[in-house]
């Protein structure tokens, strides 16, 4: 099995109870076709770069999940299906979840000496 990296913003008009289900929803299709989840990240509503659908923010979320390719086919068509589902798009981590890990601990590193270099 291949790790995988997803991340998909949901229509800003869904929250709340909706919300929750939408993404237990989309949980449940990974699981059912035997994906195995490691880490589900909710970024919270934000302002997108350009309009999509005639939208200006929607909610992020990513995941990161070990599945097959025919996994990503099916659990993509699913996502086309939902109108709630303004854009996604799913990346191969070809070094699985560490690298992903090593390259966000870098990059907060980073961040924090030049946050410490504007203070002095």
Do not use: C
């Not at 939902?82 to 798009?89: A, C, G, L, V």
């Not at 990346?91 to 002095?120: H, N, S, V």
């Amino acid at each position: 099995m291949r790790t995988y990296e997803h991340i998909f913003i949901v229509h800003p008009e869904v929250v709340g109870d909706e919300y929750a289900a939408l993404l237990d929803k989309f949980k449940t299709i990974l699981t059912g076709q035997g994906a195995n989840i490691l880490k589900v990240d909710e970024w919270g509503a934000r302002k997108l770069a350009y309009p999509i659908m005639k939208q200006t923010r929607g909610s992020y979320v990513l995941m990161v999940f070990e599945a097959g390719t025919e996994v990503i086919k099916e659990f993509e068509r699913r996502l086309r299906l939902d109108e709630k589902i303004i854009k996604f798009q799913t990346i191969l981590l070809p070094k699985g979840m560490e690298a992903a890990a090593a390259k966000a601990e870098a990059e907060a590193t980073e961040e924090t000496a030049a946050e410490e270099e504007e203070t002095a």
